[in-house]
């Protein structure tokens, strides 16, 4: 599988809205988008969505100004899938990655502060286009291979399951996040994940 290096840090030329995001780094005093990991071991995957809707509602899923949201908010995924299918590498999987904000686990489970042991996957998409198909195998192609990598089989979530009601009832965040949302097919994604 095919992924494309495009970490968000201060070596990063990539485009991002009228600058670099390596200039959008420095310019938040950071190196990088990212923290260590409190400890290496990862079992769950979140899955989200993501695009410049709101920013740049006439290419909602243009490469730029995504990055530029990364970027202006200071916040990071693991892994990125474009609309074709396009995977790009934002942080390290050793690395913890600012994409699940305040969090907790579904049930029995209930662990909070789950960037701590997560993989974040966002795809590009807004809350009313729906996923394609090129997204949602590669999405399936690159999680065997993160649990191929790991040698384990990992939990599956998506955003809204860790960051929602429950989250904010506990005062772990002040908003609920709904992503990916009804129109994110999880019987499909994981019929192509054990296939």
């Known amino acids: 599988m095919k992924i494309t290096r495009c970490l968000l840090d201060i070596h990063n030329n990539s485009r991002c809205g009228k600058a670099t995001v390596a200039a959008c780094v420095r310019a938040q005093g950071k190196k990088h988008l990212w923290d260590g990991r409190p400890a290496p071991a990862c079992d769950t995957i979140v899955i989200h969505y993501i695009s410049a809707v709101r920013t740049a509602p006439r290419r909602p899923f243009a490469l730029a100004p995504i990055l530029k949201i990364f970027c202006d908010f200071g916040v990071s995924s693991h892994y990125l899938i474009r609309r074709n299918g ?102 499909l994604f994981k019929k192509l994940l054990r296939r």
């Not at 662990?111 to 974040?120: E, L, M, P, Q, Y």
């Not at 998409?125 to 649990?147: M, N, V, W």
Request: hydrophobic share 35%; proline share 6%; charged share 25%.
């Open 86 to 187: 396009a995977v790009l590498r934002l942080v390290p999987e050793e690395k913890k990655a600012w994409h699940a904000g305040g969090s907790i686990m579904p049930g029995p489970d209930k662990r909070t502060a789950v960037n701590n042991f997560s993989i974040g996957i966002e795809l590009v998409a807004t809350p009313c286009s729906g996923f394609t198909q090129k997204q949602y195998s590669a999405c399936a192609h690159l999680c065997r291979d993160i649990e191929k990598r790991h040698g384990k089989k990992f939990n599956y979530v998506g955003h809204e399951d860790i960051a929602g009601k429950t989250a904010k009832r506990l005062g772990l965040r002040k908003d609920v996040k709904g992503d990916p949302g009804p129109l994110f097919d999880w019987t």
